[in-house]
């Protein structure tokens, strides 16, 4: 599902039984959208696994929109909440209209030397550099995220799942980029996870717990972050844009 003109694209399969490792492997790659979600039904609610077009990932936020969009459309009408239980713990998303909101846990902000590396991958000077899971640098303005053309084979000799870039907006309190060439992904549309550690940053610089933040690739979205001590709640609304019945 997609929304039409703007945001992420993810496919979806809700599954009896998670299939082949290789399997999902190479329906993600055919899929080579940022990240295709597999869902099984458990007894807290459902398991859920994400593969990019290179391989398996710990946590995507825009994929388990996705995936709650579809089972609260087609399985879980009648209910408002359900449990993810993935690889980054357990994940509880509540619907409240067409709004899905989505409760996860905060990335660290370790901060990090900037190096001749980072720069030249860049194509700038950051401000400052911070690491988790993923790596995000601070930039002077939006100007500067917007025009960014990095590096992105030089981007994929840094030791993060994503590669972030940010700064302070002019409309929105925030504005960002994501790369992840690791996983085949030259730049994500939209993400979630990656706000995680966007969110928090922000948060804490602006002295706000309620976080805008302009995601500004080529197909643009917006995400409205609550930060609330170690927990980073973001809301969306998703569109489905086509099914598929596929017996494995």
């Not at 194509?123 to 995220?145: H, N, S, T």
Request: glycine share 6%; aromatic share 10%; hydrophobic share 40%.
């Amino acid at each position: 599902m997609t929304p039409l003109q703007t945001g992420f694209l993810a496919a979806i399969c809700v599954t009896d039984s998670f299939p082949d490792d290789r399997l999902m492997q190479d329906i993600a790659a055919e899929n080579n959208l940022s990240e295709t979600s597999f869902a099984i039904k458990s007894e807290k609610g459902y398991r859920l696994r994400w593969f990019t077009p290179k391989g398996e990932i710990d946590f995507c936020g825009h994929a388990t929109l996705g995936a709650a969009f579809v089972l609260f459309s087609f399985y879980e009408q009648n209910s408002k909440k359900i449990v993810f239980e993935t690889a980054n713990g357990n994940l509880p998303i509540k619907r409240s209209g067409e709004l899905i909101e989505m409760d996860f846990p905060a990335y660290r902000l370790e901060h990090i030397e900037i190096t001749d590396l980072m720069i030249e991958a860049l194509g700038a000077v950051p401000i400052a550099a911070y690491r988790d899971r993923d790596i995000m640098f601070v930039l002077r303005d939006e100007d500067e995220v917007q025009s960014l053309h990095p590096d992105i084979e030089l981007l994929s000799k840094l030791d993060g799942a994503c590669i972030a870039v940010t700064a302070r907006g002019r409309i929105h309190d925030c504005v960002s980029r994501v790369f992840a060439p690791r996983y085949g992904i030259t730049e994500d549309p939209v993400t979630s996870s990656a706000h995680c550690m966007i969110a928090p940053y922000w948060s804490k610089r602006l002295n706000k717990n309620s976080i805008t933040a302009f995601q500004a690739s080529s197909r643009t979205g917006i995400l409205h972050c609550e930060v609330r001590g170690e927990r980073v709640k973001t809301s969306g609304t998703a569109v489905l844009f086509s099914t598929a019945d596929i017996f494995i």
